[in-house]
């Protein structure tokens, strides 16, 4: 999985990095949070970022409301990495629109698993944006008949909305998943076909 890492201190970026990989995530390294907010822009944008609090140019919780404020079927998982350890700290963090906190130093182990938790909520999202695409799809092949049709009251023929006048089959066809197959009923049986019925 490619992760995000924003740390401007390069020893913490550099450990970081490498516990990512040796965990066999493919990692994309910022020095700051404008260069973070900038790769999180892209269409090709890590489904999980790690972010320091506390970085120039723009710190992480700000890259955080940044990204919150977009509009996307497929938001990433960020994790705020910091010394920051006050639950006064977690709170503004989470308000900001963090998935999770880890303070430093972080232990290797904490890491693997926090990511993992990330990685399972982007499963998750993905599959759930994977089927809101198809349902979009199902509905736009289905179309519903709704409201108030105006009918002939003598052959029967339906108005479009064009205001052409359709067969009843023609339609309903347009409108809807149903097909037609054509038969006789009863009545319309003995109208039609009366002669037939009285031979003996």
């Known amino acids: 999985m490619r992760i995000l890492i924003a740390e401007d ?21 910022t020095a700051n949070g ?3 907010w900038e790769e999180l822009q892209t269409p090709e944008a890590p489904p999980v970022a790690i972010l320091d609090w506390m970085m120039p140019a723009m710190d992480g ?24 350890n006050q639950k006064s700290d977690i709170v503004d963090a989470m ?4 998935d999770d906190y880890l303070t430093k130093p972080f232990d290797p182990e904490e890491l693997r ?7 399972r909520m982007v499963e998750i999202q993905a599959k759930l944006a994977s089927q809101v695409v198809e349902l979009r799809q199902a509905l736009e092949h289905i179309k519903a008949l709704e409201g108030i049709l105006p ?5 029967k023929k339906i108005r479009n909305d064009q205001g052409y006048w359709d067969q009843v089959e023609e339609f309903v066809s347009k409108r809807s998943l149903a097909k037609f197959s ?6 319309c049986y003995e109208k039609h076909y009366s002669d037939i019925l009285e031979e003996p």
Do not use: N, Q
């Open 34 to 36: 404008a260069e973070a």
């Open 151 to 155: 009918i002939c009251s003598f052959c």
């Open 95 to 98: 308000d900001a629109g963090a």
């Open 61 to 84: 919780l700000e890259v955080v409301r940044r990204v919150r404020g977009m509009e996307t079927d497929c938001p990433p998982y960020i994790l705020i990495l910091t010394v920051m």
């Open 182 to 187: 054509h038969s006789i009923c009863p009545e």
């Open 113 to 119: 698993v926090r990511v993992a938790v990330g990685l």
């Open 9 to 29: 201190d390069p020893t913490s970026r550099k450990m970081l990095a490498a516990v990512l990989r040796k965990y066999g995530h493919d990692v994309v390294e």
